[in-house]
């Protein structure tokens, strides 16, 4: 439900405009008041997650998500939707880094967990898909509210089993206090750094209003990481130590570009099924079927290999497969098809993304004690929604730009705006170039997900010989 409404809305856009009069020049802050939230607060929730229970975290996301869609569905003016979609982000932002902790603490070491967490990175991974693929289908059939009222039941039944098979207080809830002052700078660093990304649509990247705002984000962050070096008492609100740990570095370097290049991806496809294939929206949803279909294959062969031949082996090949997949779609054809230009490369990315998502979430959460579980959780979340915005943005503008330059020498408006997409996508597999890179020469080598010492093994449950 969480990565599905990060991409659900894209297709239901002109009919949310229709219906509400929103302004074109406010349309976009139906998606970018999600991402802001989201991002913004998802170290906070993870802390919170280890301070006061993942638990009790779970739970209040999900009743927050529920909420907060409800009055988006029965929205009748466009600053109710914007909030509500600010609100869904905050609930995701306290789900999120919970449910993978929860994943982390209560599945043993090996195989157990290692099913866990495929199952867990099937849904994840294929959320961004699935969204677009549910976005097309409600928006035709049964209107763009059913895009916000889909979210009740789910988050309800969220909530309902979370209550059964979660014990209550068994997860977190250590004593400690929330660094308050840790947790403004870094909310504070982290929404201004989305903010700056998302708003490149309105202002250029070399616009003072860019250049403030992520300059701002800049020093925010700076002095966050300076004020955790110094926090010698109580509870940082992430050690500083855990990002020099080579597993958790790399894992979440890998995350920022694969998610630069995934959701720029499905954003460039499915515009060209749309305006230039002249696909109908359910038809062009239905065309990410394959490409969700190989991400689930990669994912469940990932959760078979990992223990066998460990995170670097599966996250290179994953990484280039990805690559060559997005370098495939950048051969995009203004006269092309389904089966001919998006069906093969479809397959290939898909396999490949799918290779990485467990290693990836092995690494940046194997071998921490439980203290550390939402944390860690919520930085390769914050990594997945960081990178997918700076992407998009950055991919976008170069995208816009190649086919500006087209149209200026007299292209087609089809072979102009197929070739701005190509660019998109043949730069969207320079990220996955760039992450397989990263999974060679940072991402330690050998088998199996935990590298933790014995003792810290042993503290959090796992067995000494695991």
Sequence with gaps: MVTLDMTIVNVALPGMRSGLGIDPVDLPWVVNSYALLFGGFLLLGGRAGDLFGQRRLLLSGAALFAVASLVGGLAQAPWQLVAARAAQGLGAALM???ALALLTLTQHEGPERARALGVHAAVSAVGGSAGVLAGGLLTEYAGWRWVMLVNVPIALAVALLATRSVPSGAFGGRPGRLDATGAVLATAGIGLLVLGVVRTEQHTWTSATTVLTLGAAAV?????????????????????????????????LFMLLLCAGQFASFYFVSLYLQEVLRLPTARAGLAFLPMCGAVVVGIFASTRLLRRFGVRALLVPGGLLAAAGFAWFGLLSPDGGFTTDVLGPSLVAGLGIGLC?????????????????GVASALLNSSRQIGGAIGLAALVTAQVSATADGLAEGAPVDLATTDGFGLGLALAGGCLLGAALIAVFVLPGGRGEDRAAPEERTARGAPVDA
Excluded: C, K
């Design 96 to 98: 999120a880094p919970a």
């Design 220 to 252: 925010l962050l700076v002095a966050f990481a300076v004020w955790e070096g110094r926090t010698r008492t109580g509870d940082p609100l992430i050690r500083l130590g855990l990002l020099a740990q080579r597993n958790v570095a790399g894992s979440n």
């Design 357 to 373: 998502f467990v290693p990836l979430t092995a690494a940046a959460t194997g071998g921490l004690p439980p203290h550390e579980a």
